[in-house]
């Protein structure tokens, strides 16, 4: 039962342009959500939250976006740059954001196209 | 944030044997934890190492199979027994102390293990 899912496994955007990297959840009790970005041959590093009394947060150029009644958030990314291409998991944890119990999706490839 | 360093960063493994993954952070944290990334999934926890008793092991894991050392406050360590080649994966250390950010608490991971049995 895949609580969390990234149902795109890739993304090409061409440099400059807006990257958009969706993620679904199942589990309604999920207070926290985050994004993790991966590059090769390194471990995920932390990218943004959202806790769920928010539908928006943003630093810099990451933004992103929590829709609770759907049971969706994405990222997005603007302008995109080449460094951005990495794998991007999304995860969520409960109540308190207990990082014990973060739930990953699979993750998401993002290719920038210079 | 803690810096975190895994070794090996990687292995190929015979089936049948063991191998231990060393995880040492450059501080002391309560809780140590350790995922496991097979092929195109997801980052899936293992278990939790607290220092001074056993370890927490999530559904679908045991002890006998994945044994957890915690001997101090800045390392521990991972055991894969008795390998099959549905083990090969990328198992990752990670720790508590990547600051909180709109509530959550975020982890730190350390660049994981990618181990292959043949």
């Known amino acids: 039962d895949q609580q969390v899912k990234q149902n795109s496994p890739s993304l090409s955007v061409q440099e400059g342009r807006i990257s958009i990297l969706n993620c679904d959840y199942t589990?309604?009790?999920?207070?926290?959500f985050l994004w993790y970005k991966k590059y090769p041959a390194e471990g995920p590093t932390f990218l943004i939250s959202i806790s769920s009394i928010k539908d928006k947060n943003e630093d810099g150029r990451f933004t992103v976006f929590l829709n609770k009644s759907a049971k969706h958030l994405s990222l997005h990314i603007v302008p995109s740059q080449p460094g951005d291409s990495a794998v991007y998991f999304c995860?969520?944890?409960?109540?308190?954001?207990?990082?014990?119990?973060?739930?990953f999706g699979t993750g998401t490839l993002l290719a920038v196209q210079p | 944030s803690a810096v975190i360093s895994q070794k090996p960063s990687r292995d190929i493994c015979q089936r049948g044997t063991s191998l231990t993954i060393q995880c040492q952070v450059d501080s002391q944290v309560t809780m140590m934890f350790w995922y496991r990334q097979q092929p195109g999934q997801s980052l899936t926890l293992i278990a939790t190492?607290?220092?001074?008793?056993?370890?927490?092991?999530e559904s679908g894991f045991v002890i006998d199979k994945f044994p957890i050392s915690r001997p101090n406050l800045t390392f521990s360590t991972l055991t894969v027994s008795n390998m099959s080649p549905e083990d090969s994966s990328i198992y990752l250390c990670?720790?508590?102390?990547?600051?909180?950010?709109?509530?959550?608490?975020?982890?730190?991971f350390g660049a994981g293990s990618r181990l292959t049995v043949l």
């Open positions: 589990n309604s009790m999920f207070d926290y």
């Open positions: 190492a607290n220092q001074g008793s056993e370890a927490t092991y």
């Open positions: 990670s720790v508590e102390g990547g600051g909180w950010n709109s509530g959550a608490n975020v982890l730190t």
């Open positions: 995860a969520a944890s409960g109540r308190g954001g207990a990082t014990n119990k973060l739930i």
